[in-house]
């Protein structure tokens, strides 16, 4: 079955930086688009950066542009986001996601494009 597995998260200060890890298994991980998504309580659900199944394109939300860089390594089966410049508004819960079939080589930015979400780990940046 599918398995996605974040690692990672922590505290970091206003400014720092963090590199969240996603490992994937129970799927041919070189087919299918992946995203990072993240949810703090009270807030909706933000997508925050999607990558194609070759790596050779990213997309980011606007709050992340110029400070996060999502990356994958297919011979591995795991994707990465490194966050840099943190910011109090970047404390979430970050989500690795697996698109669906309707979105399988391209990035969907909806909840509904994906089929699988891991356990998530916890980003905190706080002074």
């Known amino acids: 079955q599918v398995q996605l597995v974040e690692s990672g998260g922590g505290l970091a200060q206003p400014g720092g930086s963090l590199t969240l890890s996603c490992a994937a298994s129970g799927f041919t991980f070189d087919n299918y688009s992946m995203s990072w998504a993240r949810q703090t309580p009270g807030k909706d659900y933000e997508w925050v950066a999607g990558?194609?199944?070759?790596?050779?394109?990213?997309y980011y939300a606007n709050s992340v542009k110029g400070r996060f860089t999502i990356s994958r390594d297919n011979a591995k089966s795991t994707v990465f986001l490194r966050m840099e410049t943190l910011k109090p508004e970047d404390t979430a819960l970050y989500f690795c996601?697996?698109?669906?079939?309707?979105?399988?080589?391209?990035?969907?930015?909806?909840?509904?494009?994906?089929?699988?979400w891991g356990q998530g780990t916890q980003v905190t940046v706080s002074s």
């Open positions: 996601g697996k698109s669906g079939p309707g979105c399988v080589d391209y990035v969907c930015y909806a909840k509904s494009g994906y089929d699988h």
């Open positions: 990558i194609y199944p070759d790596g050779h394109t990213t």
